[in-house]
């Protein structure tokens, strides 16, 4: 079974930075697809970004230039490096990981796998 651990959120000022990490157990990291997603309250959950086992990265258009999503295989971790935040992107952040290489995309329906969440809150 594939378990997965969040932490790195916190409060910041908009234009501060925080990074997430989410450890993965049950499963190798490196022949999965993962992923970042957000949910504010009253919002529909948002994928913000994808991971495919080879490497390649897909990001909503909100975060492109500020967020980088990356992982480390040998400590079967997946990283989410936020810059430059913005009050909009308060939220709940998720990890999520699907069966197979390729990524389907951002939707949350395309994942089977997921964590608790860490909170991430933006102030102006």
């Known amino acids: 079974q594939v378990q997965l651990v969040e932490s790195g959120g916190g409060s910041v000022q908009a234009g501060g930075s925080l990074r997430l990490s989410c450890v993965v157990s049950?499963?190798?990291?490196?022949?999965?697809?993962m992923a970042w997603l957000r949910q504010a309250p009253g919002k529909e959950r948002e994928g913000v970004a994808t991971l495919d086992s080879f490497g390649t990265a897909n990001y909503a258009d909100s975060v492109k230039g500020r967020f980088t999503i990356s992982k480390d295989n040998d400590k079967n971790t997946l990283y989410l490096q936020m810059n430059s935040l913005k009050p909009d992107d308060t939220a709940m952040y998720l990890c999520a990981a699907a069966w197979g290489s390729y990524c389907s995309g951002r939707g949350s329906y395309n994942y089977n796998h997921w964590g608790q969440g860490t909170q991430v809150t933006v102030s102006s």
């Open positions: 049950g499963y190798t990291v490196s022949s999965l697809c």
